[in-house]
């Protein structure tokens, strides 16, 4: 009787996690990079994403990030900036 | 060799090579990017009014005499940029910088700058812009470029604003922001160094307050190339001595005062444009933009004032504008000023500050409204005029006579633009040129000119 209880048990403790792992397996397995272009390995951010990323992360201020930390990130936020500027600066001039 | 040794080996070699290839792993490459497409119906750019000198088309509007009636031309054009940045680290990276015009249907199978849009392609057409090296010295703390880099004036480019080689060093001194640089435009001598045109510079920006900053500015361009160096291509309708020294000096100002920021600028020029023009450079070009939140949306102004030369003294007060490498583009004209969005064609009625030496006296007005997150559109409105009548003014070819008017026109243009990604916007625009009493009669017969328009439509893909 104990014997068939654990069975039981443990058939049941089976029936309950087998299809949560299943459905976890087909996520893992589907290659979203393939199929959606997303999470490929290497992926990096659009210079749109990167200003984006960045203006949030100083808008946390000095609840996170230190003086020294702060000015890095806006640093890094100006050379983004200067680096959409330059991508889409005008001119032509006929050159 | 037994299996114990033969394992032993493999395990040192792989070692070796994990070793020798860290350093190389720690290299970020970072590749950034543009497409700009744009489709164009007009009477204006790549028309015969369109002042081309060298054969190309681009340069100032030039009605002189002909035709009233200007043909439509219809073009599409395409530019990609291809920015690659090897980064060692946070203080240290190459940056290189590409780019490839051309226009549909243009040539194929050929080697030639701007071209490659016709059937076939296969051309070679890659343009470099940047190759510079961007590192902060470890010795000084300060941030240095060296190298062929993108570099601007202090002055909302009136003056330059191109790609040139140099070196520019910058630091931070607490609220102060300083930077000095050496630029060389041009080694055109048999021997390097000799017949040079040289630029230093030196720039500070002060943080008064968090919303007050105050600058300074001074440009040393010193031309030495000889009479033997054609100054045609270099500068469009500008007079030049065969070797010329300019002094700029300047202020600017930003104020943020909450609903809205005002910024503006004050530059003076001193210097020579010697033989065989010789004369002394005494001219200025002066500026004040406000933009604030007005309703739902942002509301924009500019005003412009360039000196212009009526010619005959010995000095004179034409703004030297370093030919036509710079540009204003504040006031968000398409026809007026030059184009923002303008690729390889590119032209306008004020093309440089110098304007033919005339100088300009403009002001803009512009308002951006956001309608949803995708749709916004933009309305703005410009009038120009030239600072000082001169011989470059048009003339009526019947009578010989040019108008009393200085009064060169006023642009009325809008812009409708949806973004269809996060990075790609695809915009719809128009653009229409009232022409001044500047114009009148000017044009063959002694009509006057077709006021100028322009259709557009902009594909905008960054990334």
């Not at chain 2, 299996?3 to 395990?11: D, E, G, V």
């Not at chain 2, 080689?165 to 041009?186: C, E, I, N, Y």
């Not at chain 2, 969005?341 to 306008?348: H, R």
């Amino acid at each position: 009787m104990k014997k068939m209880a654990v069975l039981m048990m443990t058939a049941f403790a089976f029936s309950a996690t087998v299809p949560a792992f299943a459905a976890e397996m087909t996520k893992e397995e589907k290659d979203m990079c393939l199929l959606a272009s997303k999470n490929c390995a290497g992926e990096v951010d659009t210079l749109q994403k990167k200003v984006k990323k960045l203006q949030a992360e100083i808008k946390k201020g000095k609840k996170v990030y230190s003086a020294e930390e702060l000015k890095k990130l806006e640093q890094k936020l100006k050379e983004a900036n200067d680096m959409v500027d330059a991508l889409m600066k005008q001119g032509g001039g006929g050159k | 060799m037994g299996f114990k040794k033969q394992t032993l080996a493999l395990a040192a070699a792989a070692a070796l090579t994990a070793a020798t290839a860290v350093p190389a792993l720690a290299l970020e490459n970072e590749f950034h990017g543009m497409f700009r497409l744009k489709g164009v119906v007009n009477n204006f750019n790549a028309t015969p009014v369109i002042n081309s000198p060298e054969g190309v088309p681009y340069g100032f509007y030039k009605p002189d005499n002909l035709d009233k009636k200007v043909p439509t031309a219809t073009y599409i054009e395409q530019r990609a940029r291809i920015m690659y940045i090897a980064k060692a680290n946070d203080d240290l990276k190459l940056v290189t910088h590409f780019e490839i015009d051309s226009r549909w249907g243009d040539a194929s199978y050929t080697n030639a700058r701007n071209k490659g849009g016709a059937i076939g392609a296969d051309t070679v057409n890659i343009e470099t812009k940047s190759v510079y090296l961007d590192f902060n010295c470890p010795l000084t703390g300060s941030n240095v470029k060296v190298g062929m880099q993108p570099y601007y004036d202090a002055f909302k480019g009136v003056l330059f604003d191109a790609d040139m080689a140099g070196l520019l060093v910058s630091r931070s001194f607490g609220k102060l922001d300083a930077a000095a640089g050496f630029f060389r435009f041009d080694d055109k001598g048999t021997i390097p160094g000799k017949k040079t045109r040289d630029m230093v510079a030196a720039t500070a920006k002060y943080a008064v307050t968090k919303d007050i900053k105050v600058g300074g500015a001074y440009y040393f361009i010193d031309d030495d190339r000889s009479e033997t160096d054609t100054f045609v291509r270099d500068y469009i309708i500008q007079q030049q001595g065969d070797t010329n020294t300019v002094h700029n000096i300047g202020v600017n100002a930003e104020a943020n005062l909450g609903l809205v920021t005002i910024d503006g600028f004050f530059l003076y020029q001193f210097g020579s444009l010697r033989a065989p023009v010789s004369r002394h450079v005494s001219a200025f070009a002066g500026n004040v933009g406000a933009r604030g939140k007005i309703g739902p949306g942002t509301a924009r102004t500019e005003f412009l004032y360039v000196s212009g030369d009526k010619g005959g003294s010995s000095t004179t007060n034409a703004f030297q504008s370093v030919q036509d490498e710079h540009g204003f583009y504040n006031g968000n004209m398409q026809l007026l000023f030059r184009d923002a969005y303008a690729m390889t064609i590119d032209n306008a009625i004020v093309y440089t500050s110098n304007n033919k030496d005339q100088g300009v006296i403009a002001g803009f007005i512009g308002y951006d409204l956001p309608i949803t997150s995708k749709l916004s559109t933009s309305v703005n409105a410009g009038f120009a005029a030239v600072a000082k009548d001169n011989g470059n003014k048009p003339v009526n070819p019947v009578t010989g006579q040019a108008n009393k008017s200085s009064y060169l026109g006023t642009e009325v243009n809008a812009s409708v633009d949806y973004k269809l990604f996060d990075n790609m916007t695809a915009s719809v625009r128009g653009a229409y040129v009232i022409l001044g009493d500047y114009y009148n009669g000017v044009a063959a017969g002694a009509e006057d000119p077709r006021d100028p328009y322009m259709g557009s439509l902009i594909l905008n893909y960054a990334f």
